[in-house]
C-alpha cells in the first residue's frame, strides 16, 4: 500500500512520507509507554500510603505533555505533508494525461478520469492525513503496551502476545478475501452506472416500447446485481470483523482469568493486576478499530490503484533526436494498425504529394478516420511506418508534427468561452484582424450577427449553445487560422443539412487551396474535386485513381457514386 | 425519504435493538475487572467463589457483545443494500416518467450519478449511523448514570475533557471557518469541471497544440485548490488538533488520576472506587468523537439525499386521467410558442397542418428551431402555448402508451442499447416476431450487415460487435419501420454517415408513403423536391410554405436557396453523365 502510494506520489515525496511516518510511530508508542507510568501509580493509590502516589503521578504528568507535543507536531505534520503531496499528485495527472496519446481517450474516459482526478485523487491522499495515524497508533500502541505487560508480569504479558499474531494473520487475510469481492463490487457498480445512462440516454425510445423502469429488464438487472455484490462484500468483510473481535476479546479473557487466578494464587499483587487489565482494556480498543480502519485503507487502496493504473499508462515515446520535416508529403509505408485483435489497417500502403489532395472514400468501419489518426499520431502503427515530408512520424517533435497538421473533424468540442477564444486557439498570436478574417472566411460573421452578444458570445461547454454546423464553422476558422501546410478533413459535410453544408463548403475550399489535404468524405461533391481517390474496405485499399478514371472502371467506387445519386424512387 | 424507509422499519429497529443489546453487554468485562478489583482490595480473605463468578459473567457479556453486535452489523448492510436497490428503482422509475426535454437540460453522467454514487453515499445512514450512534450514546449515558452513583465528584471530573472538546466546537463552526468549507467545495468543482474539458477536448487540444492551455487552466484550479484546501486545514487543525488531545486516553485518564488521588488521599472516596472511572471513564468521550468522526460522512449523505430527493420531486409528465382516442393521424400545430429558457423563445407562433398520406419537409438555417419543432410531435416537451393535435385530440389529452403507438422517429442521435441486435430493433414492438424484424432490418439496408456479425441477429452490440454510427443509424432507422406507426418523424441529417444509410432513409420515404404522415427535417435537394409540402423555417416562425414548385415561382427565400445548390448538384450529375433527376420539382 505505502509502496503504491509512493509510486504514485513519485519518489521525491518518499522522504517527508517516511519522515511522517517515524513521527507517527513515535508517538504512538509513546503512548503505549506514558501507560507504564500506571502500575506505579496505582500501586501506591491501592496502597496503604496513597500519597506517595504523588511524584509519579508528576512523572505520568510530563509523559502526558510530551506526548501531547509530539501528537500535535506529528498531526501538523501529516496535514502539511499531505498537502503537498496533494498538490505533487495533481501535477503529476495533469502533466501525464497531457502526455497520453488521443487514442487512450475512449468513449467511456471521460467519466472515469473526471471523477479519477477530482474526488478520486482527494481520496486517496487522505490515507496519508486521516488513516495512516489511526492505522500506525492502533498497531503500535498495543505493541507496546504489551511490551509492559511483559515487563510488569512475563505469564500475563505472553498470553497478551500470543494474540499478535492472530491479529496480524486476520489483517493480512481480510484483505486478501476482500480484495475480490471489492473488485465484483466495482466491477457491478461500474456496469450499473453505464445501464443507467443507457437507459437515460435511450428513453425516447424506451417509453415508444413502453418500458418503464419496472420493465425494462437490462437494468434492473444489473441494479439487482448490485444489491447482490454488496450484500457478498459484506459477507466476505464479515468473518475478518468477528474474527478479530473473537481474538482481542478472547485475550482480555484470557488476561481476566489469568489475572484472577494469580492473584487468588498470591503471586502477584492486587494492584498490578488491576493495572494490567486497565492495560489490558487499553489495547483491546486500538485493536478493536482496526476492522474499521482496514475497511477505509481497503476503498482507498482500490482508488490509488486506479491512480497508479493511470499514471503507469504509457505515453506515446518522444524521439531523442527530432527531425524536423522540410517538405508537406505525406506517405504510408506498409503500414499495418491494429486495434485490439481486429487489424484496422492492413499492410497498405499510399502517397500523397505535397498540395495535391487525396480523398479516402467506402464503407464505414473501412478505417477510414483511422488513417487520419495515424497521420496526426493519435496512435502509433503495429507495423510499417507513416512519414511526414519523408519523415518517421514517431521521429518528429509532438509539437513540431502538430504545427504543420490542421485538422477539421466531424464532431467539433468548443471550449466554454467565446466564439473568439476557440478560433484563436488555432493560432494564440493572431492579432485581431486576423481572427475575423479567418471567421468571415469560414462565414461565420453570420453566426455572430445573429448571437447575442456577437463576438464576445459564450459557446456553453463543449459548445453545446452553438448548432452543429455551427461549430462545424468554428472549427474551420481555427483551421483557417492555424494556416498549417497539412489539412486533415474527417466527414466535414456530413451531418449538415443544406443551408450549413453551403457555408461550410465556401470555407473548406478555402482552407484547401494550396496545401496537402487527406479528407474522409462520401459527399461526392468534395469528393470528385481531388486529386486523387482511394476506396477503402477491410483496412486496405480496394480502387484507386482519379472520379473520372474510377467512374468508368465501373468498380466500387461507381456503385457509391450511383447509390448516392439515384434517387429511390428509380429502384 | 420517510415514506421511502417505512417498509423496512421493523429491520431498522432490530439493527438498533440488538445494537443495544450488545454495547451494553460489552461493559460486563470491565465491570467484572471493577468488581474484582474491589473483591481483591477489600481487607480480610477472598471469596473464590465469587470472584470465578465475576469472571465468567464477563466472559459472557463478552460473547454477548460479540454476537449481537455481528448480528446488528450483519442485518444493517443487508438492509442497506435492499434500501439503496429500492432507491434506485425509484429513481429510474421517476425518470422514466419525466418529460424527455427535461433531459436534454441536464447532463446524463449527473443524473447517473445520483443513481449510482449519490444513493451509495447514503450507505452511512442506513448501515452504520443507527447503531454507531446508538452505541455512541447509549453506551455513555449508562456508564455515566453507574458513574455517578459510585462518585458524583469524580464523575463531574471525568466529565473535564468532554467539556473542553465541546467548548472548541463553535471555533469550527465560525462563519469563516464555515466560508471556508464553501470555497472548498466550489474549488472542488471547478477541478472537476477543468478536467471534464481538458479530457473532451484532448484532441481538439492536441491537434491545436493548445495543450498548453487546457493543461495550465487544469494546474490553475489545482493551484488554487489546493490553497483554499491548505487554509482550510491550516485553520481548522489547530483546534482539531486541541480537540483530538483532549478526548485522547492519555489526557482523560491524566485528569482521572489527579482528581482521584485527590479524592483518596483525602480520604474521601475508597481506593476500589478509581477502577471503574479509569475504565469506564474513558468511553464518556465517545459521542463527541462519534460526532466529529462520522460528521463528514453524515455531511455527504445529506447533499446526496438533497440531490435523491430533488429528482424524486421532479413532476412527471402529467398523464390524462381519461385519455381521448385520437380519430385518424392528422397533426396540427395550433399557435406554437415554445422556449427552453424563459424569455428566449425557439419557435413563436407555428401553425402548421400535417395531412395524411403526405410528406412534409422542413428547411432552414441552423438555430431556426427545426430539431425542437419535430420534438413536440413525440411530445420531448409540450408547448408554452398553443397546442399540438394528433387525430384531433391536445397529445396532452392522449395516453403516452396511445402516443408512441402512433408516433415514430428517427433522430441524430442514436442510442443502442447493450442487447442483442434483435432486441435492439423490436424495442419499441417488444413482441415482434424474427420475420417482421428481419423484413425491417432489410428495408434499412442493414440486413446483410448483420448476417455478417459474429452471432447474426444474437449479436450482442458492445460485447460482441461495434457498430460504425452510420449502421446504428440503420437499425435506429429499421426500428421506426416496424414500429410501423402511422406518423413518422425524421432527421434526415442521420442519412449521411455513408451512402448505404443514405439509400435507407430515402427508400424508406418513398415505400412507406401511404396513407402516413411525414414530418422530415430535409437535408437532400431530393427529398424536398419529392415533399409535398415544403415548410421554410426561420428564427422561429415560418416565413414560406407550399408546393415546392409553387415556391420556386414565388422567387422567395426557398427559390433562392434551390437555386445555388442546383448549380452544385448539375455539376455533380453532368460528372456523372447520366440524366439528371430531381433537379426541378415535380
Redesign the interface.
Known amino acids: 500500500m505505502i509502496r503504491m502510494l509512493l509510486r504514485v506520489l513519485g519518489h521525491e515525496y518518499a522522504r517527508p512520507m517516511r519522515r511522517t511516518m517515524a513521527l507517527m510511530t513515535t508517538t504512538a508508542i509513546a503512548e503505549g509507554l506514558l501507560y507504564a507510568l500506571l502500575v506505579p501509580v496505582l500501586r501506591a493509590l491501592f496502597g496503604p500510603e496513597p500519597g506517595d502516589a504523588r511524584p509519579w503521578l508528576v512523572a505520568f504528568g510530563a509523559a502526558v505533555a510530551v506526548y501531547a507535543a509530539l501528537r500535535y507536531i506529528s498531526d501538523l505534520n501529516g496535514f502539511r505533508v499531505g498537502t503537498t503531496m496533494l498538490r505533487g499528485v495533481y501535477h503529476r495527472l495533469g502533466d501525464h494525461l497531457a502526455r497520453l496519446p488521443i487514442g487512450w481517450y475512449g468513449a467511456g474516459r471521460v467519466g472515469e478520469v473526471s471523477v479519477l482526478a477530482s474526488r478520486g485523487v482527494l481520496q486517496a491522499m487522505s490515507v496519508v492525513v486521516h488513516l495512516l495515524a489511526p492505522f500506525i497508533s492502533a498497531c503500535a500502541t498495543p505493541l507496546t503496551i504489551v511490551a509492559v505487560m511483559l515487563a510488569f508480569n512475563w505469564r500475563m504479558g505472553l498470553a497478551a502476545l500470543a494474540a499478535a499474531p492472530i491479529v496480524a494473520a486476520i489483517q493480512v487475510w481480510t484483505a486478501r478475501s476482500t480484495a475480490a469481492a471489492d473488485a465484483e463490487r466495482h466491477e457491478r457498480d461500474h456496469e450499473a452506472s453505464a445501464r443507467v445512462i443507457e437507459y437515460l440516454q435511450a428513453q425516447p425510445v424506451l417509453r415508444a416500447g413502453g418500458r418503464t423502469a419496472e420493465r425494462f429488464r437490462l437494468l434492473d438487472d444489473s441494479l439487482r446485481h448490485v444489491q447482490r455484490a454488496s450484500r457478498r462484500t459484506v459477507l466476505a468483510t464479515l468473518p475478518g470483523v468477528v474474527g478479530l473481535t473473537v481474538t482481542v476479546q478472547a485475550m482480555f479473557t484470557v488476561l481476566l482469568v489469568l489475572g484472577a487466578y494469580l492473584a487468588l494464587g498470591g503471586n502477584i499483587g492486587a494492584a498490578e493486576v488491576l493495572a494490567i487489565l486497565v492495560l489490558a482494556a487499553r489495547c483491546a480498543d486500538p485493536l478493536l478499530s482496526l476492522a474499521d480502519i482496514g475497511g477505509k485503507l481497503r476503498a482507498t487502496r482500490s482508488e490509488l490503484a486506479r491512480l497508479d493504473t493511470l499514471l503507469r499508462t504509457e505515453p506515446l515515446p518522444e524521439p531523442r533526436e527530432p527531425i524536423q520535416p522540410v517538405r508537406h508529403d505525406l506517405e504510408f509505408d506498409s503500414v499495418t494498425f491494429r486495434h485490439g485483435d481486429r487489424t484496422v489497417i492492413d499492410d497498405l500502403s499510399l502517397s500523397v504529394p505535397q498540395g495535391q489532395r487525396l480523398a479516402i472514400v467506402g464503407p464505414s468501419g473501412a478505417g477510414k478516420s483511422t488513417l487520419l489518426q495515424l497521420l496526426a499520431r493519435f496512435y502509433d502503427v503495429d507495423a510499417g511506418a507513416v512519414r511526414v515530408g519523408g519523415v518517421d512520424v514517431r521521429a518528429i517533435d509532438t509539437e513540431v508534427l502538430m504545427a504543420r497538421i490542421a485538422v477539421v473533424f466531424q464532431d467539433v468540442y468548443l471550449f466554454d468561452g467565446t466564439i473568439e477564444e476557440n478560433i484563436r486557439l488555432g493560432r494564440p498570436g493572431a492579432g485581431e484582424a486576423e481572427v475575423r478574417a479567418a471567421a468571415t472566411a469560414a462565414r461565420l460573421d453570420e453566426v455572430i450577427e445573429r448571437l447575442p452578444g456577437g463576438w464576445q458570445a459564450d459557446v456553453g461547454e463543449g459548445g453545446a449553445l452553438l448548432s452543429g454546423g455551427e461549430r462545424q464553422r468554428v472549427s474551420i476558422a481555427r483551421a483557417l487560422l492555424k494556416n498549417a501546410p497539412i489539412v486533415l478533413l474527417d466527414e466535414v459535410t456530413s451531418a449538415l443539412d443544406p443551408v450549413n453544408e453551403a457555408a461550410v463548403h465556401e470555407g473548406i475550399e478555402r482552407l484547401m487551396a494550396g496545401r496537402t489535404v487527406v479528407m474522409v468524405a462520401h459527399r461526392m461533391r468534395t469528393v470528385q474535386r481531388a486529386d486523387r481517390i482511394v476506396f477503402l474496405d477491410g483496412g486496405r485499399i480496394v480502387e484507386e485513381g482519379g472520379h473520372d478514371d474510377l467512374l468508368r472502371r465501373g468498380g466500387r467506387y461507381a456503385g457509391y457514386w450511383n447509390i448516392s445519386l439515384t434517387p429511390a424512387a428509380s429502384e | 425519504m420517510a415514506g421511502l424507509l417505512r417498509p423496512h422499519i421493523g429491520s431498522f429497529a432490530a439493527v438498533v435493538i440488538l445494537q443495544v443489546i450488545g454495547a451494553i453487554a460489552g461493559l460486563a468485562?470491565?465491570l467484572?475487572?471493577v468488581e474484582?478489583?474491589r473483591t481483591?482490595?477489600s481487607p480480610g480473605p477472598?471469596d473464590?467463589g465469587h470472584?470465578?463468578t465475576?469472571?465468567i459473567a464477563?466472559?459472557a457479556g463478552?460473547?454477548v457483545?460479540?454476537l449481537f453486535?455481528?448480528a446488528s452489523?450483519?442485518i444493517g448492510?443487508?438492509l442497506?443494500?435492499?434500501v439503496?436497490?429500492s432507491f434506485?428503482?425509484r429513481l429510474?422509475?421517476r425518470?422514466?416518467?419525466v418529460p424527455?426535454g427535461w433531459?436534454s437540460r441536464r447532463r446524463?453522467?449527473e443524473?447517473?450519478k445520483v443513481?449510482?454514487e449519490d444513493v451509495?453515499a447514503v450507505h452511512p445512514f442506513i448501515a452504520h449511523t443507527p447503531g454507531e450512534l446508538v452505541a455512541a450514546f447509549v453506551v455513555p449515558l449508562v456508564s455515566l448514570i453507574y458513574l455517578f452513583g459510585i462518585d458524583w465528584r469524580l464523575t463531574l471530573i471525568t466529565l473535564i475533557p468532554v467539556a473542553l472538546a465541546v467548548a472548541l466546537v463553535p471555533l469550527m463552526m465560525t462563519p469563516s471557518r464555515l466560508r471556508e468549507q464553501e470555497e472548498f467545495d466550489a474549488a472542488?468543482g471547478r477541478?472537476?469541471?477543468s478536467?471534464?474539458?481538458?479530457?473532451?477536448?484532448?484532441?481538439?487540444v492536441?491537434?491545436?497544440?493548445?495543450?498548453e492551455?487546457?493543461?495550465r487552466r487544469?494546474?490553475t484550479a489545482?493551484?488554487d485548490?489546493?490553497r483554499v484546501?491548505?487554509r482550510w486545514?491550516?485553520g481548522v487543525?489547530?483546534i482539531?488538533?486541541g480537540m483530538?488531545?483532549a478526548l485522547?486516553?492519555?489526557?482523560v485518564?491524566?485528569v482521572v488520576?489527579?482528581g482521584?488521588?485527590t479524592l483518596?488521599?483525602s480520604g474521601g472516596m475508597a481506593?476500589?472506587d478509581?477502577?471503574p472511572f479509569?475504565?469506564l471513564g474513558?468511553g464518556l468521550t465517545a459521542p463527541v468523537a462519534a460526532l466529529g468522526h462520522g460528521f463528514d460522512d453524515m455531511q455527504a449523505a445529506r447533499r446526496a439525499v438533497g440531490r435523491i430527493r430533488d429528482v424524486l420531486a421532479v413532476p412527471p409528465l402529467p398523464e390524462p386521467a381519461n385519455p381521448v382516442a385520437p380519430r385518424g393521424h392528422r397533426v396540427e400545430l395550433r399557435g406554437v410558442r415554445f422556449g427552453y429558457e424563459p424569455g428566449h423563445e425557439v419557435l413563436r407562433g407555428i401553425d402548421l397542418v400535417l395531412e395524411p398520406g403526405t410528406v412534409t419537409a422542413i428547411?432552414?438555417?441552423?438555430?431556426s428551431g427545426?430539431s425542437t419543432l419535430v420534438r413536440l410531435l413525440?411530445r420531448?416537451f409540450d408547448p408554452a402555448h398553443g397546442s399540438v393535435l394528433l387525430g384531433g385530440v391536445d397529445l396532452r389529452e392522449l395516453g403516452?402508451?396511445e402516443l408512441?403507438r402512433m408516433?415514430?422517429?428517427v433522430?441524430?442521435?442514436v442510442?443502442l442499447?447493450?442487447?442483442s441486435v434483435a432486441d435492439n430493433i423490436a424495442?419499441?414492438?417488444?413482441h415482434a416476431g424474427r420475420d417482421d424484424v428481419v423484413r425491417a432490418a432489410r428495408l434499412a439496408n442493414i440486413h446483410d450487415r448483420i448476417l455478417e456479425l459474429p452471432r447474426g441477429y444474437e449479436t450482442v452490440i458492445g460485447e460482441d460487435a461495434e457498430l460504425?454510427?452510420?449502421?446504428a443509424q440503420r437499425i435506429?432507422l429499421a426500428?421506426a419501420l416496424l414500429?410501423d406507426t402511422p406518423v413518422l418523424v425524421l432527421d434526415?441529417?442521420t442519412s449521411?454517415?455513408?451512402?448505404?444509410t443514405?439509400?435507407a432513409v430515402?427508400?424508406a420515404?418513398?415505400?412507406l408513403g401511404g396513407d402516413r404522415t411525414i414530418l422530415v427535417?430535409?437535408?437532400?435537394?431530393?427529398t424536398l423536391a419529392?415533399a409535398d409540402t415544403v415548410v421554410v423555417l426561420e428564427n422561429g416562425s415560418i416565413v414560406e410554405r407550399g408546393a415546392p414548385a409553387e415556391l420556386l415561382e414565388r422567387n422567395g427565400k426557398f427559390a433562392a436557396?434551390w437555386r445555388?445548390?442546383r448549380s452544385?448538384i448539375t455539376?455533380?450529375?453532368a460528372?456523372?453523365g447520366?440524366v439528371l433527376?430531381?433537379d426541378e420539382p415535380r
Open positions: 468485562p470491565l467484572a475487572v474484582l478489583g481483591l482490595l477472598i473464590h470472584v470465578w465475576v469472571v464477563g466472559a463478552l460473547l457483545r460479540l453486535t455481528a452489523s450483519g448492510h443487508v442497506d443494500g435492499q439503496q436497490l434506485r428503482r429510474a422509475a425518470l422514466g416518467r424527455i433531459f446524463t453522467g443524473l447517473a443513481v449510482g451509495s472542488m477541478i472537476a469541471s478536467v471534464v474539458e481538458f479530457v473532451q477536448g484532448i484532441s481538439v492536441k491537434a491545436f497544440g493548445g495543450s492551455r487546457a493543461h487544469f494546474l489545482v493551484d485548490f489546493v484546501f491548505y486545514v491550516r487543525s489547530v482539531a488538533a483530538q488531545l485522547s486516553p492519555p489526557f485518564l491524566l488520576l489527579i482521584g488521588a483518596i488521599t481506593p476500589a478509581l477502577l479509569l475504565l474513558l428547411v432552414g438555417p441552423s438555430g427545426k413525440p420531448f403516452s402508451r408512441y408516433v415514430s422517429f433522430f441524430q442521435d442510442r442499447l447493450r442487447a424495442l419499441a414492438v417488444p460504425s454510427g452510420g449502421e435506429s426500428r414500429a434526415e441529417a449521411f454517415a455513408d451512402p448505404q443514405e439509400q430515402r427508400r420515404l418513398a415505400t427535417i430535409a437535408h437532400r435537394l431530393e419529392d436557396f445555388s445548390h452544385a455539376a455533380e450529375a460528372t456523372r447520366g433527376q430531381g
